[in-house]
């Protein structure tokens, strides 16, 4: 499809492979932001294309690595009630689990539905049985790694398609009447750190929408509800030949306690809506041990009968040990963003009409995690997520559809318009 010149899918997928093979990986663990120096080249790079594009108001963050831009308004007319201004947000880091530095992105033209094999890693495959969305790509095209990366889709299928959408509604020939577009790009995301600097004076817009998201129509406004629990556990060690009588081995109530987590509330065993508990990490010995855990619910009330169900065992354990003393510490995480988009019901009807005017059928899909969408919208940016048209994100087998990509920039425009 064409709009003012632009050829939207051909744009958008030679963007895409020039920004997939710029390392822009994250790293856990460093408290500076941005982590790594390396997304200062991506960054950069998009800085100078929204100028090329006219753009006027363009900032860079140098010190931590945003962009911000505004797109103003075209409009003659105030729009009434809607909801502009909007912003686009995509994230320019990939994740630490795979390494992002030489990605020599794949085209696969006209996708024959089979198997595919990996030309630098024979290992590796990729089926339609592991990737049920391959099988709707047959006859088109599209993108992966040449099996030794990422392909970092997640998220730079986002920044392209934000930047498509950027150079239309900046040309100066631009026949859509849209409102004020924010645009911003953030580093860090990968590592949960996308929003600490996240600049709210410098986008000024009502709604927000990540570019960060799968299949094509998917619409997240809901993220789990995320608390942290630490449990201590103190006992008693002293020699084990004369032990008799004295020592309170905190190895075996932490070993009890583990086991009664009920196996009906754990990652590997829920789906859907279900929330779990997920003892991530223990340390043990006679006389300390810890557990780090996190609990995860969709609903609130839910989660504080998870909190409950958790001292309860702690409690058993304490009765059943004798002697062993156990700390049991909950913080939170973060929120389901839904409890506040979900009052905004202008702003999902709008956004489910920008799907369908696309051409796509919208549907709603929670997320099992949290987004910096979920940070924003509690920072005062109530903000959605949008499918991007990446899958098995993070991993080597990462793979794009050109096909979708061409849908959110069109999903892009039409919110922009609706606004
Ligand atoms: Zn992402």
């Not at 899918?9 to 990986?25: G, H, M, P, S």
């Not at 996240?198 to 509800?225: H, I, P, Q, V, W």
């Not at 008693?236 to 008799?244: C, E, I, L, M, S």
């Amino acid at each position: 499809m064409q709009f003012n010149g632009t050829d939207i899918i051909k744009d958008v997928t030679e963007r895409f492979l020039r920004y997939a093979k710029i390392n822009t990986q994250s790293e856990d663990g460093v408290e500076r932001v941005p982590s790594t120096k390396c997304q200062h080249d991506l960054a950069e790079l998009l800085y100078s294309e929204l100028k090329g594009f006219g753009i006027k108001e363009v900032e860079y963050d140098k010190e931590h690595c945003y962009i911000y831009a505004k797109i103003p308004s075209n409009r003659s007319h105030k729009s009434d009630g809607g909801i502009s201004p909007v912003a686009f947000i995509a994230h320019m880091d990939t994740s630490p689990e795979s390494s992002g530095a030489g990605v020599k992105p794949i085209v696969h033209k006209n996708y024959d539905g089979k198997v595919i094999k990996y030309p630098k890693n024979s290992k590796l495959s990729l089926s339609p049985q592991e990737s049920p969305q391959l099988a709707e790509e047959k006859g088109h095209d599209i993108i992966t790694s040449d099996g030794t990366t990422l392909l970092g889709a997640d998220d730079k299928a986002g920044v392209a398609e934000i930047m498509t959408a950027a150079k239309i509604l900046a040309s100066k020939n631009c026949d859509i009447d849209h409102g004020d577009v924010y645009i911003v790009f953030t580093p860090d995301e990968e590592v949960g750190n996308g929003t600490a600097h996240f600049n709210m004076k410098k986008c000024r817009a009502k709604f927000g929408y990540t570019l960060d998201g799968e299949e094509a129509g998917e619409l997240n406004c809901e993220t789990f509800n995320a608390r942290a629990a630490h449990i201590e556990f103190h006992g008693v060690n002293t020699h084990p030949g004369t032990a008799f009588g004295r020592m309170k081995n905190t190895v075996y109530a932490l070993a009890e306690f583990i086991n009664k987590i009920p196996r009906s509330m754990r990652p590997e065993t829920t789906k859907n809506r279900t929330g779990f508990f997920h003892p991530l990490r223990i340390e043990a010995d006679v006389e300390h041990s810890k557990v780090k855990m996190i609990i995860r619910d969709f609903d609130e009330k839910k989660m504080d009968e998870k909190c409950d169900k958790l001292k309860s065992i702690v409690k058993a354990v304490e009765k059943n040990h004798g002697g062993i003393k156990i700390e049991l510490k909950i913080t939170d995480q973060y929120q389901n963003m839904g409890v506040i988009i979900k009052k905004h019901p202008k702003l999902m009807k709008l956004t489910e009409e920008a799907v369908e005017l696309a051409g796509l059928k919208p549907f709603y899909q929670a997320i099992r995690g949290g987004t910096d969408g979920a940070r924003l919208t509690f920072m005062g940016l109530p903000t959605m997520n949008l499918f991007a048209g990446m899958f098995n994100p993070h991993s080597k087998n990462e793979w794009a559809s050109t096909r979708i990509m061409e849908y959110a920039v069109l999903t892009i425009l039409n919110i922009s318009t609706l606004a």
